[in-house]
């Protein structure tokens, strides 16, 4: 049965950090691109970042740059998504899934971890 679980959201104060995780199973990882999005409270899914096969290309939405980095690990079938500097406007619930997740297309993705970043 194919399955990512997203684990590691939670409560953080403004300029903490969290680090996600999407274990993957019942499918082969490692011939995916990745791809992590967001949902904040009352907003539409938003992508966050994404990753090649091989983890040496990687991308980011203009509002996580140079605070977020995304990795992944094929051998231990995990996605990875560290997340420095949090800002309240993080809060939401972060999802991981095949390219192109988001976006119409997309084969597997996760049921999603909720961060809420607040004092």
């Known amino acids: 049965e194919v399955a990512l679980v997203e684990s590691g959201g939670g409560l953080v104060q403004p300029g903490g950090s969290l680090r996600l995780s999407c274990a993957a199973s019942?499918?082969?990882?490692?011939?995916?691109?990745m791809n992590w999005a967001r949902q904040a409270p009352g907003k539409g899914l938003e992508w966050v970042s994404g990753?090649?096969?091989?983890?040496?290309?990687?991308s980011y939405a203009d509002s996580v740059k140079g605070r977020f980095t995304i990795s992944r690990d094929n051998a231990k079938n995990t996605l990875y998504l560290q997340m420095n500097s949090l800002k309240p406007d993080d809060t939401a619930v972060y999802y991981c899934?095949?390219?192109?997740?988001?976006?119409?297309?997309?084969?597997?993705r996760g049921q999603g971890t909720q961060v809420i970043v607040s004092s």
């Open positions: 899934g095949t390219d192109p997740f988001p976006y119409g297309g997309a084969q597997y």
């Open positions: 019942g499918f082969t990882f490692s011939r995916y691109a």
């Open positions: 990753v090649n096969i091989d983890g040496r290309r990687r």
